[in-house]
Each structure stands twice: as structure tokens, then as C-alpha cells.
């Protein structure tokens, strides 16, 4: 299919930047908001132009125009589907925004489970590829499965939690060619939510906060609440400051480089892996760097949390792609260990 055989839902040089957290110039030659799945159906077996998922664009970083078509996730609707003797099941569109999929569950029906995953940005479709995760929580906890509109065999894939292969921001999505040229796309996501709820409040954080709160056993909503403040304290609103969450993963290393480094700085924060590996916070590491608050051109990394890059009024992809060159050789050179972005680059 080219450019003159697209349906007419599709529309031509449309700006980006406005649909994406980080604000960074550039343009889709083709753009299609894509609302059901007979619509993919529509633009299956294309392999002409290249291809690109958007949901709330709030994992992105625009390098600059993109001569292929972008497809914006607006596949909306959620709503209890079943429930059993041990769990509520709830299903919703790819399109539908996370943190009001999130509010509704404890706010419709009280079904807890999802409270440590508020506030986080973007659409539920987008949320399983990288497997958001927060305050001790992450998505594969709650994922019972997902469906996905095969663009190049037209059909629809069904994936259980297994099938996924969750990890750490990680998942299936992100590997084994299913991203390549944006062949997969989740279309609706359906959560498994257990009865006998347990609050996770371990993350230090976050039991500050209910401390603070003199919350002794908070409920769901409260959870929540506590998630919101914490969060808009140490992180900032992309319509005030555009960013784009953390910039880069916290990174996993092999048990003897973690011993290694915590000899030698015993502030590092360390989280052991059930796989012997340790998980070193990526934002101690980069403000030791010195980067914490500094800025490159126009772009910098936040002063509250120096994991999040943020663009400080007009940056562009160039310069976002050099800060975060500049802070992964700082963090190498100091400390040897290997920063990987976490945003996907179009
Ligand atoms: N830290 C610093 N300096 C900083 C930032 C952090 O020393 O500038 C230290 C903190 O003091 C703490 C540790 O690093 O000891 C961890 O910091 P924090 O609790 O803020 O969490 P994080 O590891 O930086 C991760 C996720 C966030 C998630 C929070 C809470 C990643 C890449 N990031 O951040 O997720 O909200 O934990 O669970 O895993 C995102 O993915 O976009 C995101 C915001």
C-alpha cells in the first residue's frame, strides 16, 4: 500500500510534537487515530511504509520527522468482565489512559490491586510492552492476558501472562521482531485483580509517606492517594516540565560488581534480584556524576530526581540524544557500569 492507497482515516503531515510528553519537534508524513480493530484490519498486509505505535507518547523521544505512518492507539472502553471466587477481571481498550483505568477500579467497583500503579502516564495498551512498574508493584503482577492485532497476518493473538515474558521494564513486545516495523499491536488488555488483597507498602517512599499520613492500615484509595504525592513531589507534570519519566533503567548488574561497588561506596542504593543479580538506582549514580539538575543546551536532568530528563523550553531530539550521551560517559567513566535509556527513540 502507498501513500495514495491509504484509507481515508488516515491523515498527512501531522505534528508530533504536541503528542508526546517531551515536546520534541518532529512530524508523522501519515497518521491514523485508530479507535477499532477494523481499522487495522484495513491497513494489514501494508509493508510499504514503515510503521510506528504511539499511545500517550509519554516513552518517546522524537528524534525528528518520521516518514512512515504512526498509529495512535484510541481503542477505548473498560469494564468488569467476570469475576469468580478469587478475582474481578476488568478489560480495556489499548487507548484508554492508565491512571483513570486505575481511578475507576478503585472508585467504580472497589476493586483493589492496582493503587501502587497510580499517576503513572500513558495508555493501558502501551503499558504491558515495557512493564510499568512502581512503588513495588508492576504490571506482570497484575496481567491476566492481552490481545493483539497481527498487522502483517490480520489476525488477532491471544497472550496469557506467560506468554508475555515479563521483566523488569521488559516483556516479549519489546523483542522477537514483534516490534520490528510495528508488526504487533495490543489492542485490549484484561487485569486480574485478587480478592484477598494485601497492601504493598515496603517502598521506602511510600511508607514514608503513610507514616507521615499516620496511616497504620491504609486502605486502597489511600494507597493510591499516597502514590499521587509522592510522585508529584519527585516527579514532574510533563504539561509544566516536558519529560518523559525515567530516562534510563536502573541498571542490572552481577552480584561481584555489585559487591564491588558497594565497597567502594557504601551509600549506592543496592536491590538484590531473586537471580543474583543487583539492581543499583540509576539517579544515585548520575547525581554522584555530578548531573542532577544540569543542564546540556536545552535540555537537563531533573533537579528532584536525577533519573528524569526534562526538556527545559525548545530541545530538540539532537539534543536530548547528547545529554544522555554525555550523562551515560560520565556514569561509565566514574563507575563503570553501562546506562541504557528506557524511552523508545523514533
Ligand atoms: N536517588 C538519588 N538521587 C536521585 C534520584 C534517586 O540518590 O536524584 C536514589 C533515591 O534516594 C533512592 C533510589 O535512588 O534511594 C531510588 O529512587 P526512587 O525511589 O526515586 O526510584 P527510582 O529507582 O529512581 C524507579 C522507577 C520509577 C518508579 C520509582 C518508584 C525505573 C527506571 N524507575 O525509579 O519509574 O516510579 O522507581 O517505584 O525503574 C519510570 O519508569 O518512568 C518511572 C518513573
Known sequence: MTGRQLPDFVE?????ATRTTLALPGRAAFYAEIRSTAQLERLAGTRALRRFVLGAGSNLVLTGDFDGIVLHMAISGRQLIGEDDDAWYVRAGAGENWHQLVNWTLVKGCWPGLENLALIPGTVGAAPIQNIGA??????????SLEAFDLRTGKTLRFDRDACRFAYRDSIFKHEGWHLNARLVITRVTLRLAKAWRPLTAYADLAAELDRQQLGRPNARQIADA??????????????????????????VDAAVGERLAAAHPNLPRYPQADGRVKLAAGWLIEQSGWKGRDLGRAGMYEKQAL???????????????LARAVQASVGERFGVELT???VFL
Not at 12 to 16: E, G, S, T, W
Not at 308 to 322: D, I, P, Y
Open 12 to 16: 498527512r503531515d501531522v505534528d508530533l
Open 135 to 144: 512503588y513495588g508493584l508492576e504490571m506482570a503482577d497484575r496481567l491476566q
Open 227 to 252: 502514590v499521587i504525592a509522592v510522585r508529584r513531589r519527585k516527579l514532574p507534570d510533563p504539561a509544566v516540565l516536558p519529560n518523559a519519566g525515567s530516562f534510563f533503567h536502573n541498571p542490572l
Open 308 to 322: 528524569v530528563l526534562v526538556n527545559r523550553g525548545g530541545a530538540t531530539g539532537t539534543e536530548v540524544v547528547a
Open 341 to 343: 535509556p528506557e524511552p
